[in-house]
């Protein structure tokens, strides 16, 4: 199976600050990378796909890119609903994987 | 408006067995590939099981392999996952979701990519004596 390491697994940031989260696969998955959001209790919510597909209604302050093994989310400018925990995933097998997760919380 | 509503989660003991549902809405089935993927309190998400939206193909992973069986009834629009032989390290939230896809095209080859782009609210699987 391909792991998909997620770094770091929680940080702290403030209202307004970027914020990058990085995604490592074990083995080339060129962009078949997704990142998802998710809040306690809640399902997951697709925010990207394609490592750098906007999907639809999410907002343009959430960006991905990568290619290959690495990959980043990054944040531009965070705000109060963005504090919960990321995830990607690769669909690049059929076996499909998710990173470890990656919580953000409040400074 | 797509929706996704699991059923079938509760208590059970070790070694039991059990059958999800995952009741689906605004779409059919033969047209989507549909994944298992679970989370355990406290930690990650894990994919469990897919099937492939001509029903042919289905998918493990190693954890549940020769335990849990996916299989879909599209008449009844409905996604099951039979688990057998259970441990209490199956205990999780069990969340179906619909394998959406893009296609990108680039030099004469065609590229698709999938994700998950509507998940159901999930069911709670407890493992215990």
């Known amino acids: 199976d391909i792991q998909m390491t997620q770094s770091p697994s929680s940080l702290s940031a403030s209202v307004g600050d970027r914020v990058t989260i990085t995604c490592r696969a074990s083995q080339s998955i060129s962009t078949y990378l997704n990142w998802y959001q998710q809040t306690p209790m809640k399902a997951p919510k697709l925010l990207i796909y394609?490592?750098?597909r906007l999907q639809s209604g999410v907002p343009s302050r959430f960006t991905g890119s990568g290619s290959g093994t690495d990959f980043t989310l990054t944040i531009s400018s965070l705000q109060p609903a963005d504090f919960a925990t990321y995830y990607c995933?690769?669909?690049?097998?059929?076996?499909?994987?998710f990173g470890g997760g990656t919580k953000v919380e409040i400074k | 408006e797509v929706q996704l509503v699991e059923s079938g989660g509760g208590l059970v003991q070790p070694g039991g067995s059990l059958r999800l549902s995952c009741a689906a809405s605004?779409?059919?089935?033969?047209?989507?590939?549909m994944h298992w993927v679970r989370q355990a309190p406290g930690r990650g998400l894990e994919f469990v099981s897919a099937i492939t939206s001509d029903g042919g193909t289905t998918f493990y992973a190693d954890s549940v392999k020769g335990r849990f069986t996916i299989s879909r009834d599209t008449s009844k629009t409905t996604l099951y996952l039979q688990m057998g032989s259970l441990r209490t390290e199956d205990m999780a939230v069990y969340f179906c979701a619909r394998e959406g896809s893009y296609k990108y095209e680039s030099s004469g080859y065609s590229y698709t990519f999938g994700f998950f782009d509507y998940w159901g609210q999930g069911t709670l699987v407890t493992v215990s004596s």
């Open positions: 605004g779409f059919s089935l033969s047209n989507y590939a």
């Open positions: 394609a490592a750098s």
């Open positions: 995933h690769q669909s690049y097998s059929s076996t499909h994987t």
